[in-house]
């Protein structure tokens, strides 16, 4: 037998007759939500999810109990690891053999208030690019059939970007368009607290973003694309979507990046946010773009040009956070900051940047309303395809007539500072 516990079904099967009894009764009027997912293992996207929705997290400096009642599980993988079936215990909350069943309550027709569906994590293939072929769209097309099946529909929350391929995240996009729920989608990299606590003000003249990350392709440079694109949209004018995505590596990468000045200034005031260079204690030389380039000689990055003359860098590095720079065309001054993301294992126990997502995905379900536009997402997802698919052509330049996406924001900025 492979790692993976392949029991779904003489599980289920066997808690069939105890699931309803086990299940916590709803509080009248509260919302009720359906989670949907492909594991849940220790510090799993699904168990922060989980326990934050069932049982609550830390917020305002206190402990807030869920606004919102998680009622059913769609577990899709029981690997030797899984958590699902304790937590199904613990919080009484029954775990469904279909998507369908955990959307309808077993009762046929849709019976829940809002879903949260997290295409994170299991045993699934890769491609010859190295991306992992998640389900999100598939698991995602299972919900809108529930929703055409019972002629209404409900918000949805899709964690991280749409999918590996554009097709699928546009139709996502466009099936909530066509049956009018509220669709957000992303990670924590927007919401989370940023250090300092600084914002680029709404309509700026900004030019050039960068962002420095860490992590392995089509995995943590999404969360650095987040990263910048969260601050760029901010722009005089609004994100007007990219017409090309240039992804490079090593040495090539850093000649590219030396003919663009303000992209080494941008480096280094991004670096200068980080705390977590690869040095004992302290560099042997004040950190810059030159720095940089030996002290990371294989690291990658992509270049982003977008419609409107707007250029975005994301470099990908060995360091264990990500940060920001962007330059204001008009004073030249620059805004940086880190997005605080303090991980299990390292330098945190308890993930807290997940607190402010779910605090956002519980006001969608209350208000019937996405506070920030799925369009961050579709265009990331995009650009993040177009940066694979340009390393997998070892350097090739991708033009993007596709990311045609143009949106703008509201003027609140909804970063964790309370």
């Known amino acids: 037998m492979s790692t993976l516990s392949w029991t779904r079904r003489s599980f289920l ?17 509260r919302k009720k939500i359906a989670l949907i997912a492909t594991v849940m293992f220790k510090n799993s996207h699904a168990m922060h999810f989980v ?8 917020w305002a400096g206190q402990w807030l109990p869920p606004r919102t009642d998680l009622v059913s599980l769609y577990i899709a993988q029981f690997p030797d690891t899984d958590l699902a079936r304790g937590r199904s215990e613990r919080y009484h909350i029954p775990i469904y053999s279909s998507i369908a ?56 929350f899709n964690d991280k970007h749409l999918s590996t391929e554009w097709s699928k995240c546009t139709e996502m996009v466009a099936d909530a368009t066509r049956l009018g729920f509220p669709f957000l989608a992303g990670s ?8 300092p606590a600084v914002d680029i003000p709404w309509g700026a003249p900004l030019s050039e973003s960068v962002a420095v990350g860490y992590g392995g392709i089509e995995k943590y440079d999404y969360h650095g694309l987040e990263t910048a694109q969260c601050m760029s949209e901010r722009r005089r004018g609004g994100e007007a979507g990219v017409k090309s995505v240039l992804a490079l590596r090593g040495e090539k990468m850093w000649k590219h990046a ?39 000689p294989d690291a990658f990055a992509y270049f982003i040009e977008h419609r409107d003359g707007f250029h975005t860098t994301l470099f990908m590095l060995p360091v264990r956070d990500f940060n920001y720079a962007g330059l204001n065309s008009e004073t030249g001054e620059i805004t940086s900051c880190q997005m605080f993301l303090p991980m299990p294992g390292s330098s945190s126990t308890t993930a807290d940047f997940f607190n402010p997502l779910i605090h956002h995905i519980e006001d969608m379900i209350l208000e019937n309303r996405a506070p920030y536009p799925v369009e961050r997402t579709l265009l990331t997802s995009g ?22 996406v143009k949106y703008t924001v509201p003027k609140e900025s909804l970063f964790w500072r309370e």
Not at 266 to 289: C, D, K, M, Q
């Open 188 to 195: 924590s990299l927007p919401v989370t607290r940023r250090l």
């Open 383 to 404: 650009i993040l395809i177009a940066a694979v698919e340009s390393l997998y052509r070892k350097g090739e330049l991708i033009q993007t007539p596709e990311l045609d």
């Open 51 to 58: 326990d934050r929705l069932a049982m609550g997290y830390v």
């Open 258 to 296: 030396a003919t663009r000045k303000n992209t080494q200034r941008l480096l280094a005031a991004a670096l200068s946010r980080s705390h977590t260079w690869p040095v004992e204690g302290y560099p042997l030389e004040p950190v810059s773009f030159d720095w940089a380039r030996k002290a990371f």
């Open 101 to 156: 069943d955990a959307l309808t309550l077993g009762t046929g027709k849709l019976a829940v208030d809002g879903v949260v569906l997290i295409g994170e994590h299991g045993q699934y293939p890769e491609n010859e690019k190295g991306q992992t072929l998640y389900p999100r769209y598939e698991f995602f097309k299972e919900i809108v059939k529930v929703f055409e099946a019972s002629g209404r529909s409900v918000p949805v």
């Open 13 to 29: 099967m066997a808690g069939a007759a105890t699931a309803v009894a086990a299940q916590a009764a709803p509080t009248a009027g």
